[in-house]
């Protein structure tokens, strides 16, 4: 019998011993660092930040389906981080950075469809497509006929802007959102040509601020919006 000699590790095909070259070049104690100065500091946290909102937003939507949270608490979640998201990618350099939605998406293999797909719509789903009021929680004759209002400013603002050809996302995306939100506070039913509120709210919300919408675009534009606002008008009796 002799005496066996124990490893002091379980051998493997790979095992490696460091050697003492290498380990006087690695500082185990050394901080490292993602970025080298404050711009690529600031980039990086951009796109945390962005990421950390589509896996927020993918939960939203998801509690929202299941009826797991109240519709007021919904909509005001949602229009914040699609807010945030917004205004993260205003910076040229984070947007840049980030590509697009899909590039993005791929890059770091997220699985986030319900936020894909609100982000491209641009607007809660309360907004998007209402649910439907109790009898008991309809506007009174009052606040009906002043969202009314509203909704008809709207409209003349946006075939003003259209007219004097100011055809900026940013300018006309927010009109068409308080037109869509004013509609949704008078009525909650669909009516001829609503649908298309929707589509050119996602066809500008796909937009960069500063882009215009081509002439032929202006004229779709101007006589879907037509269409739309005689929709809505024939809802009122």
């Known amino acids: ?13 790979y095992s490696y011993t460091p050697t003492s070259s290498l380990a006087a070049t690695v500082n185990l104690d050394e901080e490292v660092k993602l970025s080298s100065n404050s711009a690529e500091r600031e980039l990086y946290e951009s796109l945390a930040e962005i990421y950390s909102i589509l896996v927020t937003l993918d939960a939203l939507e998801k509690a929202f389906l299941k009826d797991s949270i109240a519709e007021s608490i919904y909509t005001e979640t949602c229009s914040r981080l699609l807010k945030q998201y917004k205004s993260n990618l205003a910076d040229e350099s984070v947007a840049r950075a980030f590509v697009d939605l899909d590039t993005f998406k791929n890059e770091w293999d997220m699985e986030v469809p319900r936020a894909m797909e609100r982000l491209r719509i641009g607007i809660p789903a309360t907004v998007e497509a209402p649910s439907h009021r109790p009898s008991s929680q309809v506007p009174g004759a ?38 869509i939100q004013a509609i949704n506070k008078v009525t909650d039913q669909d009516f001829e040509n609503k649908g298309k509120i929707v589509q050119w709210l996602i066809t500008l919300n796909q937009m960069r601020a500063a882009e215009e919408l081509s002439p032929e675009q202006a004229r779709e534009l101007q006589f879907d919006m037509n269409l739309a606002y005689d929709g809505f008008k024939s809802t009122l009796g």
Do not use: C, R, W
């Not at 019998?1 to 095909?13: D, K, V």
């Not at 006929?145 to 400013?153: D, G, K, L, P, W």
């Open 1 to 13: 019998m002799y005496a066996q000699h124990q490893l002091a590790y379980a051998p493997t095909p």
């Open 142 to 179: 009052g606040a009906a006929a002043t969202h009314i209002v509203s909704v008809s400013e709207n409209f003349i603002t946006l075939f003003d802007a259209v007219k004097m050809d100011i055809l900026s996302k940013d300018t006309l995306h927010p009109i068409l959102v308080e037109i």
